[in-house]
């Protein structure tokens, strides 16, 4: 049996989740849904993004104007889905979280011992 954690703990990485948002916003508008389902298989299902972090971050992410977004009827099913899309200042918002991660990564690992 590992010593390893199974996931990540939501506490380590909750000043990055709109960074993971933003990076798959960038690729292409989606939905809470997709979202997370990217999250988890980018990172390996070793994230699993909660539904209401990831609500509360599209929440505060809209109202801070990184992203827009706009309901759509889904084909087929007829449901409403809230999409969501990255704005110019989105953009500059994560450009600046991608360089914090290089100097946060810099700083914690001169406290990491190889295991």
Do not use: H
């Amino acid at each position: 049996m590992s010593d390893m954690p199974a996931a990540i703990s939501s506490d380590v990485i909750r000043g990055y989740n709109d960074t993971m948002i933003l990076y798959i916003l960038k690729q292409a508008p989606s939905y809470g849904y997709e979202i997370s389902k990217k999250i988890r298989s980018i990172s390996d299902e070793k994230y699993v993004i909660k539904e209401t972090t990831l609500y509360s971050a599209f929440s505060r992410m809209e109202k801070n104007g990184y992203i827009e977004s706009w309901e759509e009827t889904a084909e087929g099913s007829g449901k409403k889905r809230t999409y969501y899309r990255i704005s110019e200042e989105g953009r500059r918002y994560y450009k600046e979280k991608c360089a914090e991660w290089e100097l946060t990564r810099d700083v914690v690992e001169r406290f990491i011992e190889a295991v």
